[in-house]
């Protein structure tokens, strides 16, 4: 019998994405026996006020990799500037080939809603790369063999909890990250260059503060935990059974799945 895949795959759009909406989930399931892996599909060469693109960059690479090794994940190099995740072929060749290697049984991917096409379009290439993964004739750059296995997408809620459009997004299950918000904090501080960049740009006096809050928002949306991260499970078609829910499954008491929000996607009450 095949060893079980216990993998866990971040994939976000900038340096600290992970951290703001992803972090503790992650690190609960490193804590459940899970190998874990953080990648943010852009450098972070726009999150700045002063210094040059390339210095930034670099900076905030140095940044990303504290963070991802302070909990112990395996971390992987963006591949576009900031603003240029776009939903194209050859970045979904690109993204293909990292998820060929790390083959995860869970991703975790940002919303497919949001304030920043940035993140949306992270989300999308990573459901398409995860989708093709064992697909003998799409291409990846560099070129890797198709894998097997299930794999089961949950998406992140949008930073600000709301759309575009201002409308607040809904979870349908949640992770109590109340044990780890420390840790979430430290990883958030690795993130040394953005608490200027933030305060200045988006007029937040409290960068730290600011996730800690959306994480206390969100566990109040949970009814249940002081602090939760919010999760949406995409459509199993292609990826995995129907079924599947590893997430849930692996934390146990750690994580609440909304059953009135899963009876409302069927868009009408069952009947007995």
């Known amino acids: 019998m095949a060893k079980e895949r216990r993998v866990a795959f971040a994939v976000a759009a900038h340096p600290d994405d992970i951290e703001f909406m992803m972090s503790g989930t992650l690190v609960l399931l490193k804590e459940a026996g899970y190998e874990i892996h953080y990648m943010n599909v852009a450098n972070g060469n726009c999150g700045t006020a002063t ?28 591949l576009v500037s900031d603003l240029e995740i776009l939903y194209t072929k050859e970045l979904t060749w690109r993204l293909g080939a990292v998820v060929r290697e790390v083959n995860p049984s869970i991703m975790l991917v940002p919303s497919d809603v949001d304030y920043m096409e940035d993140h949306v379009n992270a989300g999308r290439l990573a459901v398409t790369a995860a989708f093709c993964r ?31 459009m201002r409308r607040r997004v809904i979870a349908g299950q949640f992770v109590d ?50 602090y939760a991260e919010g999760w949406r499970r995409h459509n199993h078609l292609g990826f995995a059974g129907p079924e599947g ?3 849930t499954e692996g934390l146990g008491a750690r994580a609440a799945v909304d059953r009135k929000y899963e009876q409302n996607l069927e868009g009408w009450e069952k009947k007995a």
């Open 51 to 78: 210094l040059p693109s390339e210095e930034i960059a670099a900076i905030r690479r140095t940044e990303a990799q504290a963070a991802a090794a302070l909990v112990g994940a395996v971390w992987h190099e963006p």
């Open 134 to 164: 064992g697909m003998k004739n799409f291409p990846t750059v560099p070129q890797r063999a198709p894998v097997e296995g299930e794999v089961v997408i949950y998406h992140a809620l949008p930073y600000g909890l709301h759309d575009g």
């Open 177 to 226: 990250v109340s044990s780890v918000i420390e840790v979430k904090k430290r990883m958030l501080a690795a993130h040394k260059s953005q608490k200027e960049w933030i305060d200045v740009s988006q007029g937040l006096n409290a960068y730290i503060d600011v996730m800690v809050d959306m994480c206390g928002q969100i566990g109040k949306m949970s009814g249940r935990f002081e």
């Open 245 to 247: 829910d590893p997430l």
